[in-house]
């Protein structure tokens, strides 16, 4: 027998096999009835959904009341912006800070959908001295907004899509001490996203695993058990 690091999945929307991996689902508020004891979830409002919310103060109080009944929920997300959706931006950026804020009190990591709003991004992060670690799920970018983003400090989370639209050479300019990996929407297997980012990265899995298992506990104060895996020679 020897140990083995679980696969972490940052993002992700379905349910998955946790003999494997450690995955965070991310859950919209609406949906908050579909958080049970057997994952880690991630809860926020998703900001294609800010038409049909409650005003703000609810939807702290429900955050604050889902928070404490369930102790893993372990981030806020996916909260956001998004430049290609006709709701609002301005309300968009209100929703968006008053879950920073949330999340800034509680303690919280973030995850962030943000769809050409980066220099607000930004701009909130500096605005509001968040000290949160913030995770940019499905990140995909160019050189000049992946500089910007690590300069301020944040994380980013790589999905099928990220992998498929990012040149090699523009996505080896992350950091792996900034990498997440996610299934998101996607059906694919954590471990087939991990093979392809170990490909680009030019390391081994297991050394990847190892990088992304640190930022886990570094981000998120949580050890996942690790693996036992049989060895047959």
Known sequence: ?????????????????????????????????????????????????????????????????????????????????????????ETQCQYFKAQLLFAKKSGKPVIIHCVRAYDELIGLKKKLNLNVPLIIHGYWSNIHTTEQLLKHGFYMSLGEKSLEK??????????????????????????????????IFNIPICELQDKIYRNFTDVFKIIPAVKKQLIIN
């Open 166 to 199: 990012f040149s090699k050479s523009d996505m080896q300019m992350i950091p792996l001490n900034k990498l997440f990996l996610e299934t998101d929407e996607s059906q694919t297997d954590i471990s087939a996203i991990y093979e392809k980012a170990s490909n």
């Open 1 to 89: 027998m020897t140990d083995y690091l679980p696969f972490i999945d940052i993002h992700t929307h379905r349910t998955t096999d946790q003999s494997q991996s450690v995955s965070i689902k991310s859950v919209f508020l609406h949906n908050h009835h579909e958080i049970d004891i057997l994952n880690y979830y991630s809860i926020g409002l998703h900001p294609w959904h800010i038409e049909y919310a409650p005003k703000i103060p609810e939807v702290e109080e429900t955050l604050n009341i889902l928070l404490e009944k369930n102790k893993n929920i372990i981030a806020i997300g996916e909260i956001g912006l998004d430049r290609l959706k006709s709701i609002d931006f």
